[in-house]
């Protein structure tokens, strides 16, 4: 009467042994919280869609986003890689958007961390400061940012607009993105700018326009070796422009007009030598253009008015017409208080 069993017991182990890993495949795959519709991924939907629950949307700029339209990829202001269909760009950005899109309101669901894969993520223009259910405000402390620290696969960064005056420590969230190239910040009501140093030599655009810097905080922005575009323009920053500026030679833009800055133009700017863009409106600058401008072959746009530059400008006019094969000058703006000839 043992043979059978026995028989039994060989039996289940040839079942164990051959079968296992099977079953154990099958086990992962049909318990798994992730599964593909189309060529989103279940856990960037619902994650998508716990951002939309606390958000308000008077324009229904996110009608798009619902359960029934299950791939995300498709929703408005979404796109995903075709091959892994995994999320890589979120663009909300309100003024990119139609004519008649309104700013979207409420807070910032830390379930954006799901979107690991996020490449591109631009919040601009709209009024995520403003109170919505119990997810985080960007103005209630160092938390709300935090999300920002799972996406390191993040190269753009867009929060322009959004009230980070009271964030604080939680800007060092942002520093822990290795990869940044662009990172856009204009009138986001910053006082400082800390130190970063996890994409000194990945991020190519600055943008801390219409923030309240008042002195100069060079020495957060030289770090970056690889910049070529840095808006401080409407920054409330005060004094000569710094000699420290001439280690930013690769810079193509660089706006620093509407501020308080005083003295001549300085001819370290002389070695800018790929400038395209240079906007010193509406300072307190003084003194002739310094000769060595007109050297500048590339430069599309020179904006200095509303300071007191006098002397020649012939030098200028004469250096910008020896550019071979020509000049690509497109805006020479020397209007109110220059007083050249």
């Known amino acids: ?49 716990d951002f939309k629950k606390g958000v308000e949307d008077p324009s229904n700029r996110l009608s798009s986003w ?12 979404v796109g995903c890689n075709n091959v892994t269909g995994y999320v890589e760009e979120l663009d909300l950005n309100t003024i990119k958007d139609t004519a008649q899109a309104t700013e979207l309101s409420g807070g910032i669901s830390p379930a954006l961390a799901q979107l690991k894969h996020l490449k591109y993520l631009d919040l601009s223009d709209n009024a995520f400061r403003k109170h919505s259910g119990s997810v985080h405000r960007l103005s209630q402390g160092v938390e709300e940012l935090q999300f920002l620290s799972h996406l390191t696969s993040l190269e753009y960064l867009g929060l322009s607009g959004s009230d980070l005056s009271k964030t604080g420590e939680s800007l060092q969230y942002i520093n822990r993105l290795h990869s940044l190239s662009e990172l856009h910040l204009s009138g986001c009501k910053l006082s400082s700018f800390p130190l970063m140093t996890n994409f000194t030599t990945t991020l190519s655009v600055l943008d801390l326009s219409f923030n309240y810097f008042g002195g100069f905080f060079f020495k957060a922005i030289l770090n970056f070796t690889a910049l070529q575009s840095l808006d401080l323009s409407w ?107």
């Open 1 to 49: 009467m043992a043979i059978p069993s026995i028989q039994s017991a060989i039996l289940l182990s040839f079942l164990v042994l051959f079968l296992g890993p099977y079953l154990q495949t099958a086990k992962l795959c049909s318990c798994s919280d992730d599964h593909k519709v189309g060529n989103c991924h279940s856990i960037e939907r619902l994650a998508l869609l």
């Open 66 to 77: 619902r359960l029934d339209n299950e791939d995300c990829c498709k929703w408005h202001g």
């Open 235 to 341: 920054t409330e920053i005060q004094g000569p422009i710094p000699k420290a500026i001439e280690q930013k030679t690769s810079l193509k833009t660089l706006r620093l007009g509407f501020n308080d800055l005083t003295g001549p133009i300085p001819d370290v700017l002389a070695n800018f030598t790929s400038l395209e863009c240079l906007d010193l409106e509406d300072n307190h600058l003084e003194g002739p253009i310094p000769l060595s401008f007109g050297a500048f072959c590339k430069l599309k746009e020179l904006s200095l008015s509303g300071n007191n530059i006098s002397g020649e400008i012939t030098e200028f006019v004469n250096g910008i017409s020896l550019c071979r094969p020509n000049s690509l000058l497109e805006t020479l703006d020397l209007e109110q208080g220059t007083k050249l000839i």
